[in-house]
C-alpha cells in the first residue's frame, strides 16, 4: 500500500474528513461497519415484532423505522439497492394477496361489493370458493395480511441492505463455517441478480438492441453466465484458501460433541413449543429453552475444534452492536407484550379503526435507536446519511 493510502486509512479511523463532506467538515465518530450478527439480530427482532400484529398502523410505524435505519446506516454500492427492490417485493406480496383472496379464498361473511362468475369446486374442497361475492371485511382481511407479510419481507431486505453478508460468515463459529457458505451465496443472490441484470440492460442498450419483454430472451443467458462465472471463481478462491481442511479430533469427544447437538436441538424443539403452547407451566418454559441453548453452544464449542480456521482482523463488538441487538430484542418484547389478549388486533367485521398502545409505539421509537448508538458506514458522507436512495 502506497503512502497516500496508510494516511488515508489513518485518517479514516480517526474520523477525519468524510467522503462527500465539505472541506474542514469531520465526522464526530469514527466511521466504521457494524458487525453484520447486531444487524440480523435487530432485524429478526423487528420481523417477530411485525409478526405479533396486522394492525397497519402499528405495521406502518414499524416500517418507517426500520426504512430510516436501513437508508442511514446501508452499505454502499449495489448491496445497499436491496432495499428498494424488497420494498417492491413487498408491494407485490399485498397485491397477489388481495388478488388470490378476491379470486380464491374462504368468503368471510359482511357488506358484498361486487360479485364474480362462481364456479362449483368438488366436496373435499369445502369452504373454499372460486369467485363469488367479495365481501369489504375479506379484502380488508387481506391487505392486513399481505402488509404484515409486507413488512417481515422489509425488515429482511433492509438487513441484506446494512449487513455484508460475507463479514457474517468470517464472525461464524468454526463450526458452521461450511453451512455459512451456502447460506451467504443464498442471502447475496438476490442484490447480486438485479446487478447483473442492470449491467446486461445497460450493455444491450448501448449496443442499440432491443429492451422491454422483447429482449428479455437475449438477457436470460448473459445473466446465467454471469451467475455460472461468479459461482466458479468463488470455488477456485475457496480451494486455495484450503477450504474445508479440517483437524483431528479424538472419537470420543466427537461423540459427546453430537450428543450435545441432539439433546440441544431436542431441547429447543420442546422449549419452543412450551413457549408457544398456553396451557404449559412457565415454570418449564424457559428452563427447557435455556438449557437447549446451552447445550447446542457446548457442541458447536466441542465440534468447532476439528475445524482450523482464523480470521484477519475480525469485526469488533462494542457498545454500537450491544445497543443495535438490545433495540431488536427490546422490539420483540414490548410488541409482545402489547400484543396479548388481541389488544392490536384490528377490527374486520365491521371494518374500524386499529387500536393503538403505549407499548407498540414504544416498539417503533426502540428500532430507531441505531440511528443514535452505531458509527457512520464508512464511504457515506452526511448526506449520503440522511436518506440517499
Not at 449487513?163 to 457474517?168: D, I, V
Request: hydrophobic share 50%; proline share 8%.
Amino acid at each position: 500500500m502506497t503512502g497516500v493510502g496508510l494516511a488515508g486509512a489513518g485518517a479514516g479511523a480517526v474520523g477525519a474528513t468524510s467522503p462527500g463532506a465539505p472541506v474542514g467538515h469531520t465526522v464526530g465518530r469514527a466511521a466504521r461497519p457494524v458487525h453484520p450478527a447486531a444487524w440480523w439480530i435487530w432485524g429478526v427482532g423487528a420481523a417477530a415484532a411485525a409478526s405479533r400484529t396486522t394492525n397497519p398502523v402499528v405495521l406502518g410505524l414499524l416500517a418507517v423505522a426500520v426504512l430510516n435505519v436501513a437508508l442511514a446506516r446501508r452499505q454502499p454500492g449495489p448491496a445497499g439497492r436491496a432495499v428498494g427492490v424488497f420494498v417492491r417485493m413487498g408491494l407485490v406480496v399485498i397485491l397477489l394477496r388481495v388478488v388470490l383472496t378476491v379470486v380464491v379464498g374462504v368468503r368471510t361473511p359482511g357488506a358484498v361489493l361486487f360479485r364474480l362468475p362462481e364456479v362449483d369446486l368438488p366436496q373435499w374442497a369445502a369452504g373454499i370458493s372460486l369467485g363469488g361475492p367479495v365481501t369489504a371485511e375479506s379484502l380488508v382481511t387481506a391487505v392486513y395480511g399481505g402488509l404484515q407479510l409486507a413488512v417481515i419481507l422489509g425488515c429482511f431486505g433492509a438487513v441484506n441492505a446494512m449487513a455484508s453478508a460475507y463479514r457474517l460468515l468470517r464472525a461464524l463459529p468454526p463450526v458452521l463455517h461450511e453451512a455459512g457458505v451456502a447460506v451467504a451465496v443464498t442471502v447475496t443472490l438476490a442484490p447480486q441478480l438485479v446487478v447483473s441484470v442492470g449491467r446486461v440492460r445497460a450493455a444491450r442498450r448501448l449496443r442499440g438492441r432491443p429492451g422491454g419483454w422483447r429482449g428479455l430472451a437475449g438477457s436470460v443467458m448473459p445473466v446465467l453466465e454471469e451467475a455460472l462465472e461468479r459461482s466458479v471463481r468463488l470455488a477456485a478462491s475457496m480451494d486455495v484458501r484450503g477450504y474445508g481442511r479440517s483437524g483431528v479430533l479424538a472419537p470420543r469427544r466427537r461423540a459427546v460433541a453430537r450428543g450435545f447437538l441432539l439433546a440441544g436441538m431436542v431441547g429447543l424443539v420442546v422449549g419452543s413449543y412450551a413457549l408457544l403452547d398456553t396451557g404449559t407451566p412457565d415454570l418449564f418454559r424457559l428452563p427447557l429453552l435455556a438449557a437447549g441453548v446451552l447445550a447446542v453452544v457446548v457442541g458447536l464449542v466441542l465440534a468447532g475444534r476439528r475445524v482450523r480456521r482464523t480470521i484477519h482482523r475480525p469485526d469488533p463488538w462494542g457498545m454500537p452492536e450491544w445497543s443495535t441487538a438490545l433495540a431488536g430484542v427490546l422490539a420483540a418484547g414490548l410488541m409482545s407484550t402489547a400484543s396479548r389478549g388481541g389488544a392490536l388486533v384490528p377490527p374486520v367485521a365491521p371494518p374500524g379503526w386499529p387500536p393503538m398502545s403505549l407499548a407498540a409505539l414504544g416498539a417503533a421509537a426502540v428500532l430507531l435507536l441505531p440511528l443514535v448508538t452505531t458509527p457512520p458506514v464508512p464511504g457515506l458522507g452526511p448526506a449520503d446519511e440522511g436518506g440517499r436512495r
